[in-house]
């Protein structure tokens, strides 16, 4: 009996604190999206980072839910690299052709398979982000 | 100049553009309706306007009075609107009409 109701306990201060845990990480999600755009722009060239700082703190004020704003704040971190090459100019790489494959040495291959990787990750983990917010709404 | 590649996701821009082409539309307007990654859309919203077929510009409020930064807007332009529309007939796809939708700003 002892044994029972100290594992009911357990199981209850358990669970209070998984929810404090989950409040406190939505509570700060936004904070820490905002302190993710500011590191990202760093990445950017200098003569942008004042733009992107405002655009992209106003466009997360604008996207719903705290792991939204995460995310989108994650994609700026992605897009910074492309950004740069963007407004230095340069075109950015051409998508996959299936010949370039042939061409591309053994770096070259290694280089795209992490990329793939990477990419497949980076979707899987879109699709998993969306799935707990999902559930996180119908919980509340 | 050289001219942008059109994706899968270019073209759900475009789309959502050419549904209303007056629209001024933020970034954050175009995730929520075309679902598109940030780290996919800012880049290609840079190589869109650079090329002319977008134009951008802040949104026209003082920061210290509404409380919150500025919204960069987005329109296309009639270059936009016409690399949109061949884009939609290469792929075989009919160009969005001009219904009105949610987001956005006239």
């Avoid at chain 1, 669970?15 to 989950?22: H, N, Q, S, T, Y």
């Avoid at chain 2, 959502?16 to 175009?30: C, E, H, N, T, Y």
């Amino acid at each position: 009996m002892i044994e029972f109701i100290l594992s009911a306990l357990a199981a209850i201060v358990l669970a209070a604190l998984g929810a404090m845990a989950g409040a406190q990480a939505n509570a700060s999600a936004p904070a820490v999206a905002r302190w993710i755009v500011r590191r990202a722009v760093l990445r950017l060239p200098p003569e942008l980072r004042e733009r992107y700082t405002e655009q992209w703190l106003a466009d997360l004020q604008d996207i719903p839910g705290p792991l939204a704003k995460l995310w989108t704040a994650v994609g700026f971190v992605v897009s910074t690299g492309a950004l740069g090459r963007e407004h230095a100019g340069k075109q950015l790489v051409a998508e996959v052709n299936p010949q370039s494959s042939v061409k591309r040495g053994v770096r070259g291959q290694l280089g795209y398979a992490v990329g793939y990787v990477t990419g497949s990750f980076v979707r899987a983990m879109s699709l998993y982000l969306k799935f707990v917010e999902r559930a996180a709404v119908k919980a509340a | 100049m050289h001219e942008p590649r059109i994706t899968h996701a270019t073209l759900k821009v475009f789309g959502l553009f050419m549904r209303s082409p007056r629209r001024q539309l933020s970034g954050a307007d175009i995730i929520r309706e075309t679902k598109v990654f940030s780290g996919t859309l800012y880049p290609m919203l840079a190589r869109l306007e650079l090329a002319g077929m977008l134009t951008s510009a802040w949104e026209d409020v003082d920061p210290s009075e509404a409380g919150r930064p500025r919204r960069r807007l987005y329109r296309i332009t009639a270059l936009g609107q016409n690399a949109a529309n061949k884009a939609f007939r290469e792929m075989g796809v009919p160009a969005p009409g001009r219904a009105a939708t949610s987001g956005g700003r006239a």
